[in-house]
């Protein structure tokens, strides 16, 4: 199956500074990928929608100045958290859509990435 | 604004009974429901995803079922294990940029 990995999956920090988050398509190429966040026992929040060589869509109230996304090839999204404060401390979680899925709508999910900000 | 509702929120059931989780949406037209199960501190694992045209997949013991009109799908899952314990969540793909919107998650414990 297609598999998504994301790097790394633990991270602490201390507050003010920026965190990259890496998100790989490992076995396919994916022309967009999504980014959510997770926090205790709750469910996923869509934050942006990351498009391979053009700037990210993101969910209304998500900053995308405070949340950057690159999407530079069409295996590699990555998220920085910029100035990370206490309150960005959550799971991070990205999927990715294969070309040959596009028909099939069937999306994969990385292992989530732990950030906490200390 | 699509939502996604999951009941029960939590379930423990003794090993080896069969079990629903139930997943209900409130806009019909979708463009398919797509099952996953989340371990504790991980991520998705994708178990079976329906297409708007369909009413059931399975995979193993486990089938999902769709009944668009009525904004419903259910998971099924059959002789469950100790091992299937985790959260078990619902996404509602509205069209084929799939944008996801998921339901709060069903956190199923099968004792041994």
């Known amino acids: 199956g297609a598999v998504v990995s994301q790097h790394p999956s633990w991270v602490i920090c201390k507050s003010g500074t920026s965190v990259k988050i890496e998100c790989r398509s490992l076995d396919f190429q994916a022309t967009t990928m999504f980014w959510y966040r997770q926090f205790p026992k709750q469910s996923l929040m869509l934050m942006a929608t990351?498009?391979?060589?053009?700037?990210?869509?993101?969910e209304q109230g998500v900053e995308k100045d405070k949340f950057l996304i690159n999407h530079a090839s069409l295996t590699l999204s990555t998220l920085t958290v910029t100035s990370a404060h206490p309150e960005d401390s959550s799971f991070y979680i990205c999927?990715?859509?294969?070309?040959?899925?596009?028909?099939?709508?069937?999306?994969?999910f990385g292992e989530g990435s732990r950030l906490t900000v200390l | 604004k699509q939502e996604v509702t999951q009941i029960p929120a939590a379930l423990s059931v003794p090993e080896g009974e069969n079990l629903v989780l139930n997943c209900s949406f409130t806009d019909s037209a979708i463009y398919n429901l797509q099952w996953f199960r989340q371990d504790p501190g991980k991520g998705l694992t994708s178990l079976l995803l329906?297409?708007?045209?369909?009413r059931e997949q399975t995979s193993g013991r486990l089938n999902a079922s769709l009944d668009k009109s009525s904004g419903r799908s259910t998971l099924y899952i059959a002789a469950s294990q100790p091992g299937d314990s985790a959260t078990y969540l619902c996404a509602v793909n509205l069209n084929a940029g799939n944008m996801l919107t998921f339901g709060g998650g069903t956190r199923l414990m099968v004792k041994p």
């Open positions: 990351s498009n391979e060589g053009s700037k990210a869509t993101y």
């Open positions: 999927s990715a859509r294969p070309l040959r899925g596009r028909s099939t709508g069937e999306l994969f």
């Open positions: 329906i297409q708007s045209s369909q």
